[in-house]
């Protein structure tokens, strides 16, 4: 078959190819999917035409073979999802300055990232869920066309790598759960409008939220420390080849939405504006220009050290559906604005410094007491405490009420006895004079 050129096999029960190692390596191949099937060792030896090749959601194992890296066409290598070992080959960028998309996610890769691993073509690199520590490679400056960065999940230690603000391409910045230090950095607001995602869960970040570094481009901004849960994103980027439309990204991105753990797939799957800082140390006041971000669909800022008000302009967010503000240092009322969110499904405003009445509103009376528990000022549905003092104010009135009512029938019995007394008086002092004085002697 001497004009095959695409192949596409994913998706079955697979376990390797018939023949030997090099079985397919005299063929025409320039895409190959291979991936989403049981595919073992021997790693296939590629023919040197392939552009795409993806082996993601395999059993692989051993080291990734640097024979790859002679692949001079190669545009487009997917190897996630494996049990490759070792590290990274540091022969990507000698051998090949080609490599657009190398996305190595969730295999037991480990020691530092080579320097010489970085293809300055890059447009997409994801080396996630592996073990992979040391400092950021710096080489990444070079990559002006990356778009997407996800190196979430390793053991990455290193100060917050501000310097990647200056790539004018970057759009999705994943950083989450490695050992990055520092606060979060002013500069992307400024520096980068096309940064959409920047997710910076559970590092060792501090110090307090810029208001810097909310911009109207911000979809979604995760520096959480929760437990992991969230959705796949797939964008719906397309590239045109021999006939085939074949989706060019496949992006995996870790979105905590309304405490579920959830996995959507689907390469339109739109994505998630989400806001997610919980589990850090920042502090200060809650930024009002969130309120600018009217497409949010959740904002998680729970379990950190922010301090002042609520600020009312949350009330602008008319597509929230979640919002965590629980486990900080926040004082005053709950703007009554927030009760006229009607897509707003969750809240928790518990652990706080909160007070006064909990807003009238449908979607806030119907949350669980829980969502409000631990803030001693608050009071009204759902929380028992009644508005005003409650049960002790209502017994004292009562009691008062009470006290009332008993002196009003003290006044209506003694007024008629008076009377009478006084009217038998006169008539006594006018027919019985000597009975009057005996019964007024008889009382003295």
Request: aromatic share 8%.
């Amino acid at each position: 078959m001497s004009e095959l050129v695409y192949v596409d096999i994913s998706k079955n029960a697979l376990t390797g190819f018939d023949g030997p190692k090099d079985a397919i390596q005299t063929s025409p191949l320039e895409m190959l999917d291979i991936s989403s099937n049981t595919f073992q060792d021997p790693f296939p030896l590629l023919p040197n035409s392939t552009r795409f090749f993806s082996a993601s959601d395999n059993r692989f194992s051993g080291e990734i073979p640097t024979t790859i890296c002679g692949l001079v066409s190669l545009d487009t290598l997917l190897l996630s999802n494996n049990r490759f070992i070792g590290s990274i080959p540091r022969c990507f960028k000698s051998f090949n300055t080609k490599l657009s998309l190398l996305h190595l996610r969730n295999n037991n890769l480990s020691g530092k990232f080579p320097e010489e691993s970085i293809s300055v073509g890059l447009i997409s690199l994801d080396v996630s869920g592996n073990q992979l520590s040391g400092e950021l490679p710096r080489s990444l400056i070079n990559c002006t066309r990356l778009e997407f960065l996800n190196v979430e999940d390793n053991m990455f230690n290193d100060t917050f790598p501000s310097w990647l603000s200056l790539l004018p391409d970057l759009q999705t910045l994943l950083l989450s759960n490695n050992r990055f230090i520092g606060s979060i950095p002013r500069c992307f607001k400024s520096f980068n409008t096309k940064l959409s995602l920047l997710h910076l869960r559970n590092n060792n970040l501090s110090g307090k939220f810029p208001e810097e570094s909310i911009s109207v481009g911000l979809i979604s901004l995760d520096v959480s420390g929760n437990q992991l849960s969230g959705a796949y994103v797939t964008d719906n980027k397309q590239e045109r080849f021999m006939g085939f439309s074949f989706s060019n990204y496949h992006k995996s991105v870790v979105l905590a939405i309304k405490g579920s753990e959830m996995e959507l797939l689907g390469s339109g799957f739109r994505m998630y504006k989400t806001i997610d800082v919980s589990g850090n140390r920042l502090e200060g006041d809650i930024p009002q220009s969130i309120g600018l971000l009217k497409g949010l669909i959740v904002l998680n800022m729970s379990n950190n050290a922010f301090t002042g008000h609520i600020p009312t302009s949350l009330s602008n967010l008319t597509n929230l559906q979640s919002l965590d503000l629980s486990e900080n240092r926040l004082s005053g009322n709950i703007p009554p604005e927030l009760g006229k969110l009607s897509f707003l499904a969750l809240m928790n405003f518990s652990n706080n410094m909160l007070e006064g009445p909990i807003p009238l509103g449908t979607q806030i009376q119907s949350q669980n007491s829980s969502s409000f528990a631990e803030n001693p000022g608050l009071c009204g549905a759902p929380l028992e405490e009644t508005c005003g003092g409650g049960e002790e104010v209502y017994e004292v009135i009562k009691e008062e009420n009470d006290q009332v009512l008993s002196w009003i029938a003290v006044a209506i019995a003694y007024v008629p006895g008076v009377f009478c007394g006084l009217t038998i008086g006169h008539i006594l002092t006018l027919y019985k004079p000597e009975w009057f004085m005996r019964i007024f002697h008889s009382f003295a």
